[in-house]
């Protein structure tokens, strides 16, 4: 059968009895990568279209606490992911209890793989719904509060590809688009080809569509999404179809900053590289998952490659970008992984420069052929390697980052706050390349507070003010190993803010939400939108003559 269902008693009332007048309000949590955050996306643009609106957030940015409806988006990679969805419920419980219109929702990869054991180990939940139907959360979420039970339903297979469903994207100056779902590699650590199927490719003309109506609301960055980009073409018989994408992208008027994740560093091929080095808003940035360096290890995880090859790559990537910064993945304690190839894992991190790497403990995967293994490692011993790794990886991201010191970098200003922004007169941003850089503003220049009206809204903004969405140019004053200082501003050096349209877009949003006029600029697919938020109707169709 190609979907499951199964209603399940549920033992906490949704009854709609003591509900607050008007549209029912909605918060989606996210437990996860990249795929998850703009999956959630999907989530809300969907529940948007159903007429429900966002819940508004506390003065102080913090989450809040009176949604009708909470969904969880959820992660199956991470050893605590079960942990921390199950954290998530119980402190809803209690909230729920006082709340008996309140409804909760799982969807996400935990979901797919657990199923109707979510309700059974937490019964207060309304609806469980999978990573092939995300479609359905809001004809489930509406069921389940007509029958007074909790519905499960998880389909075995794609339904609906996510890009073509309604969204509301959070950021108007950068968007995520998906190029494809799914993976067919057998990697034996990895679940995600279980739960999110074998990979399926968009039409070139679809993606470059959704990126220009991106455009056309005010984004100037965006970020290609796949499990393995690289593979790109493969469902549709061209495999030169990546390097393609990324120079089609170079022709989009007004894109700014081209990014993408993640490729796989058997499949990356010259072709890449070339389109990377030679299409301008292609930043100069790449995040290659080397997982272990150990050409043994690598055989026993099914990584088809081997660390000279990894290597390999990295040294032509620099040859033809000398400023890329390259990040990783690394899995410290894989079963069977002896001192010598943890000892071949040091010494590529160390030959390989990465400006950073994520780096993670083994932890055994239900459903994943790694956890049947033999040889599987004490957790002291994965430990005391990883406070070793984490170490070395901490040194090079230090001298990496000193290494740029002097150096002119454009930043875009994010809307998220350091956490020392206000104390220290800084904002935050990315650089090119993808480093964190706090840049600090010159001395004089306004800044947004909690208590006062917002500078950055007025009809005329401080040259020296940049907005969420504006470049602003600094040198580099200071590295640290997981950031950049850029404090020239402060100093009398080096500072100028070119505004963009995204800087436009963020400030005409934000001014429909505080009621200043203005015109929402949330990225949509289609028409429609409210203040303070964006819903999008579907996928952008390219125009026939």
Not at 118 to 139: C, K, Q, S, Y
Not at 155 to 162: I, N, T
Not at 190 to 218: S, T
């Amino acid at each position: 059968m190609p979907t499951t269902t199964t209603p399940t008693p549920s033992t906490v009332g949704t009854s709609d009895r003591t509900a607050r007048p008007g549209p029912r309000t909605y918060l989606v949590r996210t437990l996860g990568c990249q795929m998850n955050v703009h999956d959630s996306e999907h989530m809300a643009g969907m529940l948007e279209q159903a007429g429900y609106v966002a819940a508004p957030r506390a003065a102080d940015g913090a989450e809040p606490h009176d949604a009708d409806v909470v969904v969880i988006n959820t992660c199956a990679v991470r050893e605590n992911a079960a942990g921390k969805l199950y954290g998530n419920l119980g402190q809803l419980a209690s909230v729920k209890r006082r709340r008996p219109g309140m409804q909760i929702a799982v969807g996400g990869c935990l979901a797919q793989k657990d199923r109707a054991g979510i309700v059974e180990r937490a019964p207060w939940v309304d609806v469980v719904f999978g990573t092939h139907n995300l479609d359905a959360l809001p004809v489930l979420l509406e069921r389940a509060r007509h029958n007074q039970r909790a519905e499960v339903e998880i389909a075995e297979s794609l339904q609906v590809f996510p890009s073509t469903l309604p969204t509301r994207r959070e950021s108007v100056y950068a968007g995520w688009v998906s190029i494809s779902v799914g993976c067919n590699n057998t990697c034996t650590f990895c679940i995600v080809p279980h739960l999110r199927g074998k990979e399926r490719d968009r039409r070139p003309g679809e993606i470059l569509a959704e990126v220009q109506a991106l455009v056309a609301q005010g984004a100037i960055e965006v970020t290609l999404l796949g499990q393995n980009v690289n593979s790109y073409g493969v469902e549709f018989g061209d495999r030169g179809a990546f390097a393609k994408l990324l120079r089609a992208c170079g022709t989009i008027d007004g894109l700014e900053r081209v990014r993408f994740t993640s490729p796989h560093p058997a499949a990356f091929t010259d072709d890449v590289i070339d389109a990377m080095a030679q299409t301008p808003n292609v930043m100069p940035q790449l995040h290659m998952p080397l997982q272990s360096g150990s050409d043994r290890i690598l055989r026993a995880m099914r990584r088809s490659y081997r660390s000279d090859k990894f290597l390999g790559i990295l040294e032509r990537v620099r040859a033809a970008m000398p400023d890329a910064a390259i990040t990783t993945d690394v899995i410290v304690g894989f079963p069977g992984e002896t001192e010598e190839d943890f000892a071949e894992t040091m010494r590529v991190v160390e030959a390989a420069r990465f400006s950073s790497a994520f780096t993670f403990q083994y932890s055994p995967r239900p459903g994943t052929p790694a956890v049947d293994l033999p040889h599987q490692l004490p957790k002291a011993v994965v430990q005391e390697r990883y406070v070793r790794l984490a170490a070395l990886q901490d040194r090079i991201a230090l001298e990496e980052n000193l290494a740029q010191v002097g150096r002119t970098v454009e930043v875009l200003v994010a809307e998220e706050k350091g956490r020392k922004d206000g104390a220290s007169h800084r904002l935050s941003g990315r650089a090119a390349d993808n480093r964190l850089v706090h840049v600090a503003l010159p001395g004089g220049a306004p800044t947004a507070t909690e208590d006062d009206e917002d500078p950055r809204l007025a009809d005329v903004v401080d040259d020296r003010l940049p907005r969420p969405g504006d470049l602003v140019t600094a040198e580099v004053t200071h590295g640290a190993p997981h950031h950049l200082v850029a404090d020239s501003g402060a100093t009398g050096g080096t500072f100028a803010v070119r505004r963009t349209r995204a800087g436009d877009a963020w400030a005409a949003r934000e001014r429909a939400r505080a009621g200043l006029g203005g015109e929402d600029h949330g990225h949509g697919h289609g028409p429609g939108g409210a203040v303070g938020g964006s819903v999008v109707l579907g996928l952008p169709t390219m125009r026939r003559a």
